[in-house]
């Protein structure tokens, strides 16, 4: 099989990695808050945060997955990697936002903490990864700005207030998607590296 088989690249990817990501958000908001809110009539609220975090950040990410898993070896890592880091930020939410007065930048905060989490993953195998930790906060950013602009349109058209923080966050993530979907393209059209053998250099290969 030739390497140019092993590693497809498409610019499908990203049309497919904002669906996903808009799906999950939306789907995994509504399964976390369900679970979060069971959680916290016997847990502390840190732990509603975690939960709902948790569920919402996993959902995304085995989505995600099933986009990445073609492109990347050992994607399924990118599952764990994801759900550690929407487990932190939110058990961390109300802790760091708050008390440490980061209200205005904690949308790229938790952009950078969630990406730094993934980008553990990636740096094994592209170039520049590092990149990925800077569209995931902007993404963070601008969908974060894109939520509070679209917010009172959405509680007009969505009666229910749950569904309407589903639709939102499926639109912030969705936003978030398109940002590191566009980097996930430009990363995957660069050189993969190769894992080398035993005590050797790590050397790159054309994808």
């Known amino acids: 099989m030739s390497e140019q088989k092993e590693s497809p690249f498409r610019w499908a990817i990203w049309p497919r990695w904002v669906l996903v990501s808009a799906v999950g958000g939306g789907v995994g908001f509504a399964l976390g808050l369900a679970a979060a809110e069971a959680a916290s009539r016997i847990l502390a609220r840190p732990v ?41 930020i939110g058990a961390l939410a109300d802790v760091v936002e708050i008390k440490a007065g980061l209200v205005a930048v904690w949308p790229a905060i938790v952009g950078a903490a969630v990406g730094a989490f993934q980008w553990l993953v990636l740096r094994k195998h592209v170039q520049l990864a590092g990149l990925w930790i800077v569209a995931n906060a902007l993404g963070w950013v601008v969908g974060w700005h894109t939520v509070g602009a679209m917010d009172r349109i959405v509680t007009t058209i969505v009666s229910s207030e749950k569904a309407g923080l589903a639709v939102l966050f499926a639109i912030l993530v969705a936003v978030i998607g398109a940002f590191t979907g566009l980097a996930l393209v430009w990363l995957l059209r660069r050189p993969m590296l190769k894992k080398p053998p035993l005590g050797e250099s790590a050397v790159w290969h054309v994808a």
């Open 48 to 88: 509603f945060e975690a939960v709902l975090y948790g569920i919402l950040g996993t959902s995304v990410a085995i989505l995600q997955w099933l986009v990445l898993r073609s492109h990347v070896p050992q994607a399924s890592w990118w599952v764990l990697a994801s759900a550690v880091g929407w487990i932190l």
